[in-house]
């Protein structure tokens, strides 16, 4: 009985060390990747990979299971804006001119430029909430609340949450997103543009004597002062005109998913 | 001391695998559990101890390197029930026991998850379908884990001419 309790004793105290043993190492090895620099750029790296192949191998299954009729849609939508983007080509020929001896002037007047930080996306979030996991964080000067863009100037989203190697980049299309905004059309509308369920974004409140029209450029308007103005967010795709009411929205849709990138900017509107 | 290595850097690299790697597939194929199935298998195949301690670190963990929105509660929960049923019901070491096993964590871990939606009256039929691909390839994944831990045990059994008993 005694040699059998002895038995039972040695057993427990080999399991509860093992034990031990394990949690150790676990929390050893989350402290070295979360805490030290050199460990949160395996980190990084690793989830880099693993996120780039991810989205590789889900591309190509969204190809494979995209119908016909669906890619004829697309291409006939994207022949129309190929049509509209010549027109708008020599449009912007004559701008530009112009626009080259404001810049000089501007260059005179003061030299501002933006603080920009490059990240990598390294985790996605595919659940209730739209944001991304990006591998800089405060110890690269991130705070919460700056603009996050692809380097076409393509607004994706606010940092809302920031870790010392880390940070949580809320995308626009997320239901809790709110970003003051313009709209560039025949006269400038402002308003703040809302996610919500699904891939469109709403702007509300609209006077209804404003008027709107369809692919009108949606972009920051810069009442946020850590959201600089001019950055893209997406084209009016829908406008939502009730006459009884005072007001009229607009359904807006992003140029981009969070699907369609791996590199941002995070944009700090520091004056360098 | 090598197998708590072992499954040390299994617990880690399953993680960065289920938040970098997993969840940027494409629906439904982001849905896969693939560190609870894991962990399912080293509570049944392995010690239930670690197997606590495998879904108790996981609650924080899977917070820490990605997305994910389950209570952490739901993972407490898991483990000690997991623990309580693989050592009393499912205590046989046959792939029926496992799939038992996975099951019923699954279901425990939708359900304490689906207790402030149920408190605010505000479930919805959607949140439980939302888990049928979770179920279903946690069946899949559980017999071909099974597989492969059998084959992998043989292999050491082999290897370092452990005496079967």
Redesign the interface.
Known sequence: MSVLNIKISQKTKR??S??G???L??LV??LM??RLNIGSKI?GS???G??T???Y??KM??RI?TSEDDLHNKIEELQSQVSDLMLERVENVLLRQHLNELEYLLAYSEQISYKSTAARV????????E?I?IDKGSNEGIREGLAVVIESGHIVGVVSEVKSFSSVVTLISDIQSSIPAAILGDSKTIGIVEGQKGYLMKMEFIPQGVELNVNDVVVTSGLDEEIPSGFIIGLVSEIIKDETALFQQVMIEALYTSDDFLNVLVIDPVIE | MFYELSLALLFILSILFQVSFIDALYEPLNAIPAHFIIGVLVMHRGDALHGIAWFIISGFALKIFGFDSALTISYIAVAFIGALLATRMFANRSVYALEGLGILMLLVFILVNAIPELLNYSITADYFYSYNHALISVIVGLYLGFLVARNLEHLIENLFLIKKR
């Open positions: 399991g509860a093992s034990l043993f394990f949690i190492i676990v090895i989350l990747l979360t980190l690793s989830q880099f693993l996120i192949t991810g989205t191998i889900s299954f969204q299971t390294i985790a996605r979030s595919h659940e209730s909430r944001s996991l």
